[in-house]
């Protein structure tokens, strides 16, 4: 990589918001959401051990803000997914401090969040993340509507700092 094109990456990923995930790693794991009685699965494959990165089917993300990772999956609606995205935050506030909803989850045409318990656990590697949460309600942003997060249990490998 020339000098002039690695200050235009680090130019172009200066330019992002501090809250966005930055880069592209690869991720694996399994969320379980409950919902009207129906119990729905986002996968990454083989049972949630199978590594996706950004490409055709998934855009994947994460970032290391000071000590409150923070890791998105996206999934393509062409495969019609019932949960076609999810992030999982350790922890957010608003500029007064108050908290924000840590977890949020695409489902079907819907958007619903929730104030769970997030833990983020760095590995032997300090890019490599773990993140779990669950048995907690989320909310449909529309009208309150409930689901529950039953387990969520992704590993990231090289996460941004």
């Given amino acids: 990589m020339s000098m002039s094109s690695a200050r235009l990456t680090l130019l ?5 918001p501090a809250m966005a995930c930055v880069n592209h790693p690869d991720i694996a794991g399994k969320a379980v959401v409950t919902l009207d009685g129906e119990t729905l699965s986002y996968d990454t494959g083989d049972d949630g051990r199978r590594f996706v990165k950004t490409g055709e089917r998934w855009t994947t993300g994460c970032y290391l803000n000071d000590s409150l990772p923070e890791m998105a999956l996206d999934r393509w609606r062409g495969d019609n997914p019932s949960i076609s995205g999810i992030s999982l935050d ?7 401090g108050e908290p924000l909803p840590n977890v949020t989850f695409d489902i079907g045409e819907d958007f619903y969040d929730g104030f769970c318990h997030v833990v983020a656990t760095v590995g032997s590697d300090p890019h490599e993340v773990e993140f779990s949460a669950g048995d907690c309600e989320l909310q449909r942003t529309l009208d309150g509507h409930p689901a529950r997060l039953v387990s969520a249990l992704f590993h990231v490998k090289e996460c941004d700092e």
């Fill in 12 to 16: 172009a990923v200066m330019s992002l």
């Fill in 90 to 96: 350790v922890e957010r506030e608003d500029d007064g």
